[in-house]
């Protein structure tokens, strides 16, 4: 659904993700800092020769709005599950991964285990085991942010990610 998948390993996924930080010309890039990407975005970030200014956020978002709208160019979040039969993927988030992270930055990179690949909606809800609890907001993805006009003249990144970038974890 236009959205961008890199297979790489899971040692190797956030050397990826640098390496198309810097092919796309980002600047920055938003993420948890307390999250369960962080250890491996810093231990690349702290050893890369001058890499894209990480952004963390451990204020209300009240307090970083305005820069999460006007300067964050790309975030990364974690990816709970991917369904296969609508090429979707769910994101649980959390108070360390707002929402927020996937809905706002021009790029969104999501970082999905194969693991985690599910043939049905109905099938992650059973293997994930969701009867057990839920959090207050589940996200399905199935590409970036796209609206049509009423001539029907379809624009990309109206109301969210112009580009989604999938590093799937083989």
């Known amino acids: ?57 451990a204020t209300t978002i009240e307090q970083w709005k305005p820069a999460l709208f006007a300067d964050t160019e790309a975030a990364v979040t974690s990816v709970r599950a991917g369904i296969a039969d609508v090429s979707a993927l769910v994101l649980w988030p959390t108070p360390q991964e707002p929402r927020s992270y996937s809905l706002v930055p021009p790029v969104h990179f999501a970082v999905l285990h194969a693991g985690q690949l599910y043939h049905s909606f109905a099938e992650v809800v059973e293997q994930e085991q969701w009867h057990t609890g839920m959090p207050s907001n589940a996200l399905l993805i199935s590409g970036p942010s796209k609206s049509a006009d009423i001539e029907q003249t379809l624009a990309y990144g109206v109301h969210g990610p112009m580009q989604l970038i999938v590093l799937l974890l083989i």
């Open 1 to 57: 659904m236009r959205a961008e998948v890199h297979l790489t390993s899971p040692s190797q996924w956030a050397e990826r993700l640098l390496q198309l930080c810097r092919e796309k010309g980002l600047g920055n890039l938003l993420y948890a800092a307390d999250g369960p990407l962080a250890p491996a975005i810093d231990a690349v970030w702290e050893n890369a020769d001058a890499p894209p200014e990480r952004i963390r956020h």
